[in-house]
Nanobody
Framework: VQLQASGGGLVQAGGSLRLSCAVSGRTISSYAMGWFRQAPGKEREFVAT????????SYSDSVKGRFTISRDRAKNTVYLQMNSLIPEDTAVYYCAADRAFYSGSSYDEYDFWGQGTQVTVSS
């Protein structure tokens, strides 16, 4: 399973970005998916997760109400819509796949990881 994250870039505070995570190698229709991020000098932190059929989602408190995770099972792709961005959102964003139907906020729960995409929010 290969995960390819894209869509990062430089944006001003208050702006929006949409990250994509395209998966190849096998279908992820039965996998839970997640997004994590890691800022310089900090540990990787949970951002959002979505269950296998897209019905259930969960977010960290820091992004709740601003970010939306979604998935297109036909395209084998997961998205992270990020609105009202703030400088504190600056980080490398990683997508991850868990072979379970549901997943959580722990790094250890996920089985496969993408390479990351840089998001920089200027003030």
């Amino acid at each position: 399973v290969q995960l390819q994250a894209s869509g990062g870039g430089l944006v001003q505070a208050g702006g929006s970005l949409r990250l994509s995570c395209a998966v190849s190698g096998r279908t992820i229709s039965s996998y839970a998916m997640g997004w994590f991020r890691q800022a310089p000098g900090k540990e990787r932190e949970f951002v959002a997760t979505i269950n296998w059929n897209g019905v259930s989602t969960s977010y960290s408190d820091s992004v709740k109400g601003r970010f939306t995770i979604s998935r297109d099972r036909a395209k084998n792709t997961v998205y992270l819509q990020m609105n009202s961005l703030i400088p504190e959102d600056t980080a490398v964003y990683y997508c991850a796949a868990d072979r379970a139907f549901y997943s959580g906020s722990s790094y250890d729960e996920y089985d496969f990881w993408g390479q990351g995409t840089q998001v920089t929010v200027s003030s």
